[in-house]
């Protein structure tokens, strides 16, 4: 009996399958984009590391760049605390303290309700004035500052003028208080000494007048206002406050109470704090090397694997090979802060002008730093002052810490963020964003040739199922002839 056959004709075909195999097949067409895209963003991610380890060393070199050598050890005292600053020196100082600065107070009569109106219910105004100040000699201009509140007739209980006081925000705190003598209103000053002094009266209302008055017949003084007074080093000095910052420099004394011997008073120690400078270093060698050990990361070259591959075969780059291998801003980067470490600073008569002379011994091979605390002790217990001069140097001849500080803001920027990486960054950034465009463009082309491939494999599919039903056809009317 004849047949009509033809190859793969009436079987079916998986044209599923075979579209998925030729959409996996496009895909690879991505490949080379998707390299790079991983290749900008290691680097960009690298950069980003790099960047923050020089940040964080630049906050202990500039401790390093001063100070961690003018941090002071201050003895303990009774009639008052100090703290050292920027500037403090070593030394010894004789303090007397012989009188407290305190603030100004002014109470009110009693009365016997806190809302009642105190003035004149006359449908007018009227204003209190408080002034501040030491009050002017004869034929002195007056140049107290002045506080002006004017009130109406609702508003002069002793409540509502507390109320329309505290409400100018000046210098005086108002408060209404219930004593044995009845309510109480209290002005106290917020500034202490001669320079807080109230003087207090009432323009346009002589009944109110009667009850707000600084005249001692009317308001009763119940906090005198007094300067502070203290003898440093035998002179005398007399303040408006009891936190004092202009006397001994870089000092500011915190006075509490007067000195119980008037003559002897009592001595404030300032020494040097050599352990805030050892911290400073540790955590100096610590960062330093985190630094260095990313840029070791991010330069890393491991040897491709070529065994296996044919003669016509190429090896492709070793996957654990660092996202900056080769760089040559890394290389010349990691040269410059390697020859500040290697460096020697400060005279050439001086017994420390480098790390390894205060215990830093640097590997030659990988740059890391490894710190003697005995030998770095030694060297800040004999000769603080090298130690300092090495790291801080001067205008003429900048130190360790300076020079390595102005290399970090080159290349990490300052506070703009302004540097070498940056720009890097940028550029990698700006090639990134044109990868991710041609990876969008080819994946559309992609998806466009894969649908022609599915309309294809359908249009064929059709066609094979009307060959199959002619087939069928012509073999059953064959079928009837030869019978």
């Known amino acids: 009996m004849a047949t009509i056959s033809s190859l793969g004709v009436g079987a079916g075909l998986d044209t599923a399958s075979i579209v998925a195999q030729l959409a996996a097949a496009e895909q690879t067409r991505l490949t080379p984009y998707t390299n790079r895209q991983s290749s900008f963003e290691g680097k960009i991610s690298a950069w980003g590391q790099i960047s923050d380890a020089m940040n964080t060393l630049r906050s202990t070199v500039e401790k390093l760049s001063g100070e961690a050598f003018t941090t ?13 600053g920027s500037g403090a020196l070593s030394g010894t100082h004789k303090v007397v303290v012989s009188q407290l600065a305190s603030a100004h107070s002014l109470a009110t009569a009693g009365q016997k309700d806190a809302d009642t109106r105190l003035g004149s219910q006359t449908g007018g105004t009227r204003t209190v004035v408080i002034k501040q100040g030491p009050e002017p000699k004869e034929g002195e201009e007056d140049t107290r500052k002045e506080i002006r509140v004017e009130l109406k007739d609702d508003e002069t209980s002793l409540n509502q ?70 003898k440093v080093d035998g002179v005398s000095y007399t303040r408006s406050s009891n936190n004092i ?27 040097q704090d050599t352990s805030a400078a050892k911290t400073a270093i540790q955590e100096f060698v610590k960062n330093y090397n985190a630094m260095l050990s990313l840029t070791s990361k991010a330069s890393k070259w491991v040897q491709n694997d070529s ?30 802060f390697r020859g500040l470490a290697n460096g020697t600073y400060s005279d050439s008569e001086a017994d420390i002008r480098a790390l390894a002379d205060i215990g830093i011994k640097i590997d030659s091979a990988t740059g890391q730093m490894t710190l003697d605390n005995k030998k770095l002790d030694k060297a800040l217990a004999d000769n603080p002052e090298q130690v300092q001069q090495m790291f801080v140097g001067t205008d003429e001849a900048p130190g360790l810490a300076s020079q390595m500080n102005d290399t970090i803001t080159l290349y990490a920027g300052d506070e703009d963020g302004d540097g070498l990486i940056k720009e890097a960054k940028d550029g990698l950034d700006e090639q990134l964003k044109l990868v991710k465009t041609q990876i969008d463009k080819t994946k559309t082309l992609i998806d466009a040739q894969v649908e022609r ?11 094979m199922s009307q060959l199959n039903s002619t087939s069928s056809s012509l073999t059953a009317l064959l079928a009837q002839f030869s019978s």
């Open 453 to 463: 491939y599915r309309t294809q494999f359908q249009n064929l599919d059709s066609v």
């Open 245 to 271: 910052t202009d006397i001994i420099s870089g000092v500011t004394l915190n006075l509490s109470k007067v000195s119980d011997d008037q003559e002897a008073g009592e001595q404030l120690t300032l020494s």
């Open 72 to 84: 002071q050890k201050i003895s303990a005292n009774e009639a008052f605390t100090a703290t050292a």
């Open 161 to 230: 003028v507390a109320k329309e006081i505290n409400k100018q925000g000046g210098d005086v705190n108002a408060r209404v208080v219930s004593s044995d003598d009845g309510y109480q209103l209290i002005l106290t000053s917020k500034k202490t000494g001669e320079v807080g002094k109230m003087s207090v009266s009432v323009e346009g209302d002589d009944a109110l007048n009667g009850v707000l008055n600084s005249d001692p017949s009317t308001m009763t003084e119940i906090g005198k206002a007094q300067d502070a007074q203290l």
């Open 307 to 336: 065994s296996g591959l044919a003669t016509d075969e190429v090896a492709t780059q070793n996957s654990q090979n660092g996202a900056l291998m080769g760089d040559s801003m890394l290389r010349g980067m990691v040269s410059e």
